[in-house]
Antibody
Framework: HVQLQESGPGVVKPSETLSLTCTVSGGSISGYFWSWIRQPPGKGLEWIGYVYHSGSGTYNPSLESRVTISADTSKSQLSLKLTSVTAADTAMYFC???????????WGQGALVTVSS | DIQLTQSPSSLSVSVGDRVTITCQASQDISNYLNWYQQKPGKAPKLLIYDASNLETGVPSRFSGGGSGTHFTFTISSLQPEDIATYYCQQYDNFPYTFGQGAKLEIK
């Protein structure tokens, strides 16, 4: 049974870099498309970007200048880095598996990141 | 970006009701549309993919339809565990986008 688990700091200071890891267990990350999606408190969902196990991927243009998503097949981990964060980046961050580019059939439980000094 | 507009945004429902939510796309997205259910404090759960295909393990009371710019999501007979927020999501074009959500509440 595939499981995804996000991990990382719960609080990040403004202007610093948000770093999260998604650890995949019960299955390989090879052959799938892995996305990060976020949800500000009480609001809707925003797709951040995806990475294929080979490392290729695409980002949301609204975040492209600040975001990097990567995959480490040896560790079965995905990572998300978001630079120069502001309060607007406060959100629950989810990693999710795509059978193709979409849909996303497995999700992590989410990691809440608050941007605050 | 492709805009997805869900209607209604909120709905008061009773157990046993037939519930229909619509999702209107700002341009033709063929059938590249999925539906997710999200309960408070939980990750979204895939229910319908490619507009009308029921995800494995999802009860048959859930269904989806439509193509192009107009899509529907239906719960044939609402159960208590169906109280949640439902989102449509397109993957015809990058960036992938979601509707604003449709929140079901018990009447």
């Amino acid at each position: 049974h595939v499981q995804l688990q996000e991990s990382g700091p719960g609080v990040v200071k403004p202007s610093e870099t948000l770093s999260l890891t998604c650890t995949v267990s019960g299955g390989s990350i090879s052959g799938y498309f892995w996305s990060w999606i976020r949800q500000p408190p009480g609001k809707g969902l925003e797709w951040i970007g995806y990475v294929y196990h080979s490392g290729s991927g695409t980002y949301n243009p609204s975040l492209e200048s600040r975001v990097t998503i990567s995959a480490d097949t040896s560790k079965s981990q995905l990572s998300l880095k978001l630079t120069s964060v502001t309060a607007a980046d406060t959100a629950m961050y989810f990693c999710a598996r795509g059978r193709q580019l979409s849909p996303w059939d497995y999700w992590g439980q989410g990691a809440l990141v608050t941007v605050s000094s | 970006d492709i805009q997805l507009t869900q209607s209604p945004s909120s709905l008061s429902v009773s157990v046993g009701d037939r519930v229909t939510i619509t999702c209107q796309a700002s341009q033709d997205i063929s059938n590249y549309l999925n539906w997710y259910q999200q309960k408070p404090g939980k990750a979204p759960k895939l229910l319908i993919y490619d507009a009308s295909n029921l995800e494995t393990g999802v009860p048959s009371r859930f269904s989806g339809g439509g193509s192009g710019t107009h899509f529907t999501f239906t719960i044939s007979s609402l159960q208590p565990e169906d109280i949640a927020t439902y989102y449509c999501q397109q993957y015809d074009n990058f960036p992938y986008t979601f509707g604003q959500g449709a929140k079901l509440e018990i009447k």
